[in-house]
């Protein structure tokens, strides 16, 4: 069916886009943005919340702007496809409303519960079943800062857009393994860790895995919408970093992956969970893919850092265009200062130059009040949390890589792109930056038959669509001590 078209939603921390997606089993993927909203967390009543009710406000201008150009073209909406961050949710009553704005895992309600939930289940227990990474945030804690949850259900992000529009209730299965109340091996709740901290068993919906259809359209959102009746919300990889490596466009297995935006993950892909104590105290995460495979990596300090700076600079009145700020950076010689680019005190949003600083400080060295000194050792800080985060992959998984996938916005950062070669003394290859869009367009395409295969054949698909880049090592010392 060559008229048929897939719209993809996909919202992450700092922006959301709806977009149509077309696929050919000769040319891969192409996507048109069809509409682009910001995002960000907001404050409400002293938390840090997300403003949903906007979100999906800006989700149904969207998919009446793709129906329409569909329409215009000829062309048929199979189906839409659902994916954001991961860990958060909202709480849904019996009559179906969402009872509260969903908090940010940027809130810092949790830190005060993760204490009462090692002490019913230790953090060996919990990681020996789920393999998730310890992470203050994890949906268990903060649905254990609860104060109530009688009568309602806990919908992760995407799920959440799911039932609005479909009036179904499902928890998709690469996102419910970052709640910390998924068995990792199984593929299953770990009801015992339910009951244990005395949540309902039913506190999620049902799973649902990428590939199955979560339901058609609701009367009043195909009306409101225009979108066909015969439309259906397909589950993808929705949790954002599932289908962003999906979409890594990489040959065979021994690659390592960095889906690099707002968080930086890095890792490798493996078929069975790692459930070492060795793994567990390098706090590696065993979240599912698609196709049943395991998300082996971390949670590494992002773009964030970057962002946070901008917008403190911008509210300073030194804002900068980020060509020009990375342009400088790079132009600073190798070596610099560098931060625990993980360190938690980066999470929550604040004055991050001067947090950058401080942190410098706390090393016994010094950072330059200067934008591009900042931005300098943010990239330094990351390209070398990548380097020792794939080095702990290989250790613990005992894979050996020969080339690192950058993915996602990161791709595009030339600079992050070259430093994380000379510091890992592998091949990048960068691109794409839709990765994300381009996995759930591609589990969608695939629910609906126009393409086939496995992971390998989604990636080559990927790989015939996109202008990669390559970066090789370079010996940034070396070729420096002639120069400045
Ligand atoms: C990336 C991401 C990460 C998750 C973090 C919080 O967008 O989904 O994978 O750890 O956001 O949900």
Redesign the pocket.
């Known amino acids: 069916d060559i008229n048929a078209v897939f719209a993809a939603i996909d919202i992450?921390?700092s922006s959301g886009r709806v977009m149509l997606g077309r696929v050919s089993p000769s040319t891969g993927v192409s996507l048109e943005t069809i509409h682009r909203f910001p995002n960000g967390v907001v404050e409400l009543d002293g938390g840090l919340h997300w403003d949903f009710d906007a979100l999906f406000a800006e989700v149904l201008k969207g998919l009446t702007a793709a129906a329409s150009v569909a329409a215009t073209n000829g062309e048929r909406i199979v189906s839409v496809g659902i994916d954001t961050?991961?860990?958060?949710y909202g709480l849904v009553n019996k009559a179906g409303e969402l009872t509260a704005q969903p908090y940010s895992?940027r809130d810092e309600r949790s830190r005060a519960t993760v204490g009462r939930v090692h002490a019913v289940i230790s953090p060996e227990k919990l990681y020996a079943t789920t393999g998730l990474q310890y992470?203050q945030f994890n949906t268990l804690y903060q649905l254990a800062a609860e104060p109530n949850l009688d009568g309602v259900q806990a919908l992760l992000i995407p799920d959440l857009i799911a039932f609005l529009l479909t009036g179904e209730r499902r928890t998709e299965a690469t996102n419910a393994s970052?709640t910390g109340l998924f068995d990792a091996v199984k593929g299953e709740w770990a009801t015992g860790f339910l009951d244990a901290l005395g949540l309902p068993r039913s506190i999620f919906p049902p799973l649902i895995q990428p590939g199955e259809t979560v339901g058609t359209l609701l009367p009043a959102i195909l009306k409101q919408t225009g979108l066909p009746a015969d439309a259906t919300v397909v589950a993808v990889g929705s949790?954002?970093?599932a289908s962003a490596v999906a979409a890594v466009p990489a040959d065979g297995d021994d690659f390592a992956y960095i889906s690099s935006?707002?968080?930086s993950?890095v890792g490798v892909e493996l078929d069975a969970a790692v459930l070492t104590e060795a793994s567990r105290s390098a706090n590696f995460t065993n979240e599912r893919g698609v196709d049943g495979t395991i998300r082996y990596l971390r949670?590494v300090g992002g773009l964030w850092l970057l962002s946070e700076c901008q917008r403190y600079w911008a509210a300073q009145g030194l804002s900068q265009s980020l060509p020009a700020l990375l342009e400088a950076a790079a132009a600073l010689p190798a070596g610099g200062p560098q931060i625990n680019a993980d360190d938690p005190a980066f999470t929550a949003p604040d004055n991050m130059p001067d947090r950058i600083r401080a942190a410098v400080r706390n090393t016994g060295a010094l950072l330059p009040d200067r934008p591009a000194a900042v931005v300098r050792c943010i990239m330094d800080s990351l390209a070398a949390g990548y380097a020792r985060t794939l080095a702990d992959a290989e250790r613990l998984t005992g894979r050996s890589t020969s080339v690192v996938h950058i993915v996602g916005g990161g791709s595009q950062n030339r600079l992050l792109c070259q430093l994380t070669a000379d510091a890992t003394g592998k091949s990048v290859i960068a691109g794409p930056v839709e990765a994300t869009a381009q996995g759930n367009v591609l589990a969608q395409a695939r629910a609906a038959g126009v393409v086939a295969g496995g992971l390998s054949e989604l990636r080559a698909l990927v790989a015939a669509g996109t202008q990669l880049v390559r970066y090789e090592f370079r010996d940034a010392f070396a070729s420096q001590s002639g120069g400045s």
């Open positions: 992450g921390a961050w991961a860990v958060d895992y992470l970052t949790h954002d970093t935006g707002t968080w993950l949670n």
